[in-house]
């Protein structure tokens, strides 16, 4: 009989840790993806003229960049992932007015070879600087880091250096 109470026991606790262990999973996959993107916010509600926007750059398959000048660039989240996205040679845009939002379901539509056309909901866009566009240039490896250089010292006049007798 003791024999069996020590292998109840053993099975319990077996059993117990096997599910923590499984519930604990989600927490951790979860704590690596917020780390990973600690940085972004895909919240953007923004909105923009289909009229102004000039060129764009695929980050990945799911994020890109819209420039309507210049200066001013849009970072726009994608619903799902569009893996013929960085393939395809120009982007089309669906939208019921002049007009491309988060909402109301525009969305981005483009040639996939031999599938005809994909169209993909957008979740967010955010209008962003140009120094945040360079920083997710950065990010996605689509821009080398800049390099900074120290500067040379310069030289003062007066801090020669004397010779003691």
């Known amino acids: 009989m003791?024999?069996?109470?020590?292998?109840?026991?053993?099975?319990?606790?077996?059993?117990?840790?096997?599910t923590l262990g499984i519930?604990?999973?989600?927490?951790?996959?979860q704590?690596?993806?917020l780390e990973s993107d600690l940085e972004l916010d895909y919240r953007g509600t923004d909105c923009i003229s289909l009229l102004t926007i000039r060129d764009y750059?695929?980050?990945?398959?799911?994020?890109?960049?819209?420039?309507?000048?210049?200066?001013?660039?849009?970072?726009?989240?994608?619903?799902?992932?569009?893996?013929?996205?960085?393939?395809?040679?120009?982007?089309g845009t669906l939208s019921r007015d002049n007009w491309l939002c988060p909402y109301g379901g525009d969305a981005l539509v483009f040639d996939s070879i031999g599938r005809g056309q994909d169209k993909i909901s957008i979740t967010?866009?955010?209008r962003i600087s140009r120094d945040e566009a360079?920083?997710?240039l950065v990010r996605f490896g689509k821009k080398d880091p800049a390099v900074e250089q120290t500067p040379t010292p310069k030289s003062?006049?007066?801090?020669?250096?004397?010779?003691l007798n």
């Open 2 to 18: 003791n024999n069996y109470f020590y292998k109840k026991i053993n099975i319990k606790h077996i059993f117990i840790l096997f």
């Open 23 to 29: 519930l604990s999973l989600p927490v951790i996959i």
């Open 31 to 33: 704590a690596v993806d």
């Open 57 to 91: 750059t695929v980050l990945d398959d799911r994020n890109l960049l819209i420039w309507s000048s210049p200066k001013r660039a849009y970072f726009v989240r994608l619903f799902s992932r569009a893996w013929k996205l960085k393939s395809s040679f120009q982007i």
């Open 124 to 126: 967010s866009i955010r």
């Open 134 to 136: 360079d920083w997710l």
């Open 156 to 163: 003062l006049e007066g801090a020669e250096v004397e010779e």
